[in-house]
């Protein structure tokens, strides 16, 4: 059983994160979450329930301008706020569970998240679990980037195209449908940071990645190529380091009905190797 909990925190610039927290008795470990572009943390309650019956706890929170967080609809001004934010969240898990492992796992633009914060914050977690993370830049963006268009126009939108190609599972693409939380179109400009000049920036620096890292990916993923993950894993600097693709899986693993459990369990198994 875990007490489930609910609350908001400020961000450097003010803005007001919505978080939630399941902690567990007898915790070994605590998981912080970090979801993906259009989507928000109330996503991952099946993924939670299943760490907190692995006895550890997790931290969630709504990414700025996403799901019940405050901030402009699908905008950032900088991606680096990102990784600002996520610091804030990683902290409190640290003061609430002083000399717990602390863990952080990232999904897509998430993942993008999760490497960037492994670059900037030396030695916080014990490790990282990076799922399908956004860290080149996809070809199809060429024309954002061409005489800075997404500098130029921020507010231009642009829709959410994701939910065709996020998993094999009806019924989870019938739910991502219908959640009003789910943005339904993003500003160009924090495309343009995320994964133009982010996925520069992950570039330039990857090789003071150092810690240890599991990475996975669907084999069959049209949102986030699995090249991506095989690019991160050959030039991070990390010396414990693992990378695993999932046969036929689409962009969202944990979604995936025949396959989400053996995500989890290698999740669990990496997890517990290193508690």
């Known amino acids: ?60 929170f709504d990414n700025r301008g996403h799901g019940k967080s405050e901030g402009e ?6 991606f680096q ?13 640290q003061e609430e569970n002083k000399g717990m492992p602390v863990f952080m796992f990232g999904h897509s633009m998430g993942g993008f998240i999760t490497a960037g914060y492994g670059i900037r914050y030396k030695d916080k977690l014990k490790g990282q679990i990076l799922s399908g ?20 126009n921020p507010r231009e939108k642009s829709p959410n195209l994701l939910v065709k190609f996020m998993c094999r599972d009806k019924a989870v693409i019938e739910d991502y449908n219908n959640d009003p939380l789910i943005l339904r179109e993003t500003n160009i ?3 343009g940071e995320s994964f133009i000049k982010g996925s520069k920036w992950i570039g330039e620096n990857v090789k ?6 599991l990475i996975l990916h669907g ?28 046969s036929e899986c689409y962009h969202e693993i944990l979604s995936e009905k025949d396959q989400k459990e053996n995500v989890i369990e290698d999740i669990h198994k990496w997890i517990e190797e290193r508690i």
């Open 1 to 60: 059983m875990s007490n489930h909990l609910e609350g908001k925190f400020s961000t450097f610039d003010g803005i007001e994160l919505f978080y939630t927290k399941d902690v567990v008795d007898c915790a070994r470990a605590v998981v912080v979450i970090v979801h993906g572009l259009c989507e928000h943390s109330g996503r991952y309650g099946y993924f939670t329930e299943k760490l907190n019956q692995f006895n550890y706890t997790v931290y969630r």
């Open 73 to 78: 609809r699908g905008y950032v001004e900088d």
């Open 81 to 93: 706020y990102f990784f600002q934010d996520a610091d804030k969240m990683v902290n409190m898990a």
């Open 133 to 152: 993370a956004a860290v080149l830049e996809p070809p199809a963006f060429k024309n954002l980037k061409e005489n800075d268009y997404f500098e130029k």
């Open 189 to 191: 400009k924090l495309l």
């Open 208 to 213: 003071s990645y150092k810690y240890p890292c």
């Open 219 to 246: 084999e069959k993923d049209k949102i986030v190529r699995r090249e991506e993950s095989e690019w991160l894993f050959n030039n991070i600097s990390s010396k414990d380091k693992s990378i695993k693709i999932y």
